[in-house]
């Protein structure tokens, strides 16, 4: 070799020693969260099932038990970390939730290992911020997957269990493709063998799956719905979208599409099951420069030359899909849906206020949170 | 509507990374290197600040897994290559089919199809078997260009072929298009075109006599039959196991299958091969390969962190459909030769929501394009396939009389491609 090229291997060299670096941080890098006072228990996911503990699978579960008797009900943020208003809706639960019936367990980082670092060859920040009174929030982006240092090597073609069907390998570290899991899988199974058996031991009663999706993607601002849960979908959406004047319309969970929340939660549990899909532009092949500001207020040229020519499949006008809408409306389904429960079960009702669609618009997402330098040390929680 | 200042300024990014190209190629340096610039000015214009550094380490990682692949697989058949298993083969081959031409090419092209249909990559066929194919083309009297030709065709259709196509399923990870019912759509028109190609490319071959063309292939001394075949064994079973037994046999993945599969053929050759002296030799030839695959994840982190991948997905899913069957056949090879497996994010998953939201069957449509996105892999910069063809086919003429060698297969691959997505709907039955 020449010394030329000596001098541009360590040139190369150098320069991902220096961005490792921010990697590493990012990491290591612990979201703070002040805890409403209804919570009673934090848990780990590791608690059902031994396996996962000192893994970066195992993850917290923060429980909200009611003064009276109900059913209860499992929130699952961050299944993919990239998908930003799942975990802030999540976050702003735990700050905020107020239980009176029933139990409500909230899980912000569902794919723990997917909040460690943001996805390769997306150009996105390591972090997202929301301004609040007290300063910005400061939230770790993560990948839609398990991190490879997490779980590799992946095999060349993922075989969902224990369906058999043959899925892209990219799938293998798609904790949405992993359900309903297996004890002696891959982390990803794992993760999703310990949810299904806190799903049955401590008998649930309705799963929330949150997620967002790509404004171009025939599937999003929807409610995906087994047809256990379809009743209950149907009844949610026509509510808010009378009371409460936005659309997010039922989508049926296709029966030969393995490995997702809802249809293998359902299939493999007592529990009724709903994936929410919040729209967002951030995600979007054809969105503009990764920004800050591209996942917060969801606005984007580009976007909007997509939907003039009638490309996409969720309305896009002045007001972008900014967090507020998206928080919002997951909040708001996410209470619809446990009404249209309670009604049909009265015995097990679960009841709980948290801010609604409007309220969060109106406010703004960062009047939902509060200064942890001014908060009591028992309320502190990191994630 | 195309007048926000957004798209102005993704406009002159794309200038300003395409400037840092060219200035790179005037002073005669490196494909890799000329990327590079690229990639470093724009995310400098785009104000990555020091973040750059943190940039280019994530994309760096983006392709590490086919870095790997690539580097031991290639030392499994360099292992073999060096204690003359592979002439031994051809040998075989030779003696067994040299008088049937349609058959001996029939077979060569199945023997081709079959690792790269089973893991996905068109590499594998080219290193696993490529060699020993050339060989048994170049016996026929086949021009060396002529032989790499075929080579790279076929492996560019094994990879696409079922039951794993990588471009394929790519895009259902990233549409949520489930990867069901592509064997048959994938299958029909790839027989036919890997027949078409080693027939059209292959019918002027001829082995006049067998005895003269195996005395152009040196006779391995002292090789048993199973220091050549124990080793292909164990590579067959660590990479169809885990699809026989996908719940109880332990993931492996296929770095780590062909390190054992190479250690294997080491163990079984440890007399005829020098393993450190082809261990270098291996990272030597491979150091290019993995440079570029490095350099490119760095560039497509950098096109979606400045918003110029998005604007390209933006054109080409804003295009008229008629503007479509003109453009895809030179934009999707292109993108590959440019991105590798990076063209997928930029335009496999934007092109099939198009498809979708205009009615258009998008498994008989993808399965269509995907036959197009290997051709890319003979194309600069990055030349991924091409090049590797050339090296294991012995072919040291110029890059261009090789690609031109591929004209008419190629054409005949794009044009079936782009009857597919034009008749989707029609060829819907191939769905069962
Ligand atoms: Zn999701």
Redesign the pocket.
Known sequence: MKWSKWIILAILLLFLLAGGIPLFIQRNYKETLVMADGVTRVLRLSDFFEPLKGTMGDTNIYEFQGKDPGGKVLILAG??ES?VSAMVTAFMFVENLQVQAGTVYVVPHYNYSGSLGSQPGGGFPLYYTIPTPWGEKKFRLGDRGLQALDQWPDPDVYVHYPDGQLLSYIDARNT?RTWPGKPNGTLGEKVAYAAMEMIRNEKIDIVIDL???EAMFPVTNCIVAPEKSKSYAIGAALYVKGREKFESHVEPSPSNFRGLSHREVGDFSDALVFLLEAPCVHLDQISGPKTNDLMIVGKDPFINVAAEKGLLFVPIDDRGWTIERRVGQQSSVIQEIVNQFNKKNPARAILFTAPKHAEVVEKRMGAFFKDPDKAPKSRIAYE | MFNDPQFFQTIGYTLAMAGGYIVGKIFKLSTEICLFIAALVGALVAGSGLDVFRHFAEGSVTYFDIGLIFIFATLFMNILKESGAMDLIVRWIIRAFGNKKVFFLILLMIVMLIPGALTGAGSISVLVVGGTVSAALSAMGLKKERVAAIVFIVAGLSAAAPPINVWAMMTCAGTAVPYVGFTMPLLVPILILGLFTVLFLGWKGKISNIEEALKTIPEPKGLSVWSVAIPFIVLVALLSLPRIFPFDFPLLGLPLSFALSALVAWIMNYKRVKVFRVMADTVAQLTPLIATTTVVGMFVQVMSFNGTKGLFSLWIVTAPMALLYIILPFVIPISEGLLTYGGVAVLGIPLIWMFNARGINTVIALSGLTLLWPLGDGLPPTKLIGRLTVDTVGYTGSYGKFLKECIVPWIAITVVGILMVAFSNQLSFLMG
Request: no cysteine; net charge negative.
């Open positions: 299944t993919h998908e949405n997620h967002e999706a």
